[in-house]
C-alpha cells in the first residue's frame, strides 16, 4: 500500500526497498522509459534481408533498362554522319538536269517533249548505255551521270559503297557506311507521273543506323542546262 506518496515493493526473499511513485510513473521513471525502449525497437534482420532484396531487384530491373536503351539507340555522332552523306548524295542526285533528252543531245535545251531529241537521244528512267550517250556511270569522267533518272540503276536503284565524290574515289573515315538512290516517276497534285519524279536516298551505317531521305524533282521544259 502506499504512505504519503511512497510504495513498498517487495521481493520474494529480499528485503523491500522505497521507490518514490514518480519513479515508476513520472516522464523519466521506469515505465515510461520501458515504453519508450519500445517504440524506438530497430529492423529485425529477417525486415532487413526483405529491404535489401526489394532493393536489389529494383537495381537490377533500373540498370538493365538503361543498358538496353543504350544498345538500341544510335550513337549520335554516327547518326549526324549518316545525315551528312545523305544530304550531299541527295543535292547530288537533286541538281541534276530533268530533261527530255540527254543533256549531251544537241536539243535538250530546246525539246519540249522526247519527240524533239535526236535519234536515241530521249532520256529514259536509268543511265544510256548505247553510244554517243552511254555507257553512263557516276564516276565516268566521259559519260557521267548527266539527268536525274540515270540514278535509277536497274530495280534496287544505285548503291554507292564505299562512299566517295564523283571522281570515284572512296572518301576516308566512311567506310563503315553505304548510300543507296533510288528515283521513280510520280506524279504530285496536278502534275503526272511522266512530269515528276520522286528520289529516295538511304544511308547505312554502323550499329544498324538507318537515314532515308526524300525529295521530288519536277520536269520544266525547255530547260537551261547547267
Not at 564523283?166 to 497534285?189: D, E, F, K, M
Request: contains cysteine.
Amino acid at each position: 500500500m502506499c504512505i504519503r506518496s511512497y510504495c513498498r515493493w517487495h521481493r520474494a526473499g529480499a528485503p523491500g526497498r522505497s521507490i518514490k511513485r514518480q519513479d515508476l510513473t513520472g516522464d523519466g521513471g521506469l515505465l515510461a522509459r520501458h515504453r519508450g525502449l519500445t517504440r524506438a525497437r530497430g529492423l529485425s534482420l529477417i525486415e532487413l534481408i526483405v529491404f535489401i532484396v526489394i532493393i536489389s531487384i529494383s537495381v537490377v530491373g533500373v540498370i538493365g533498362a538503361l543498358s538496353l536503351s543504350a544498345r538500341s539507340s544510335a550513337d549520335p555522332m554516327i547518326q549526324k554522319q549518316a545525315l551528312a552523306i545523305a544530304e550531299a548524295v541527295l543535292e547530288e542526285v537533286h541538281l541534276q538536269p530533268f530533261t527530255y533528252c540527254d543533256p549531251d543531245d544537241v536539243n535538250a535545251a530546246t525539246a519540249t517533249s522526247a519527240a524533239g531529241c535526236s535519234a536515241g537521244g530521249a532520256e529514259t528512267i536509268g543511265p544510256e548505255t548505247p553510244a554517243p550517250y552511254g555507257p553512263e556511270t557516276r564516276a565516268s569522267g566521259t559519260v557521267p551521270y548527266d539527268n536525274v533518272n540515270d540514278y535509277q540503276v536497274g530495280g534496287p536503284g544505285l548503291t554507292i559503297n564505299p562512299i566517295s565524290n564523283l571522281n570515284g574515289t572512296a572518301i576516308a573515315g566512311l567506310g563503315g557506311y553505304s548510300a543507296n538512290v533510288t528515283v521513280v516517276a510520280q506524279g504530285l497534285v496536278g502534275i503526272p507521273a511522266a512530269e515528276a519524279l520522286l528520289i529516295a536516298v538511304t544511308v547505312t551505317g554502323p550499329g544498324n543506323t538507318t537515314v532515308t531521305l526524300h525529295a521530288y524533282r519536277t520536269r520544266y521544259a525547255p530547260n537551261a542546262l547547267p
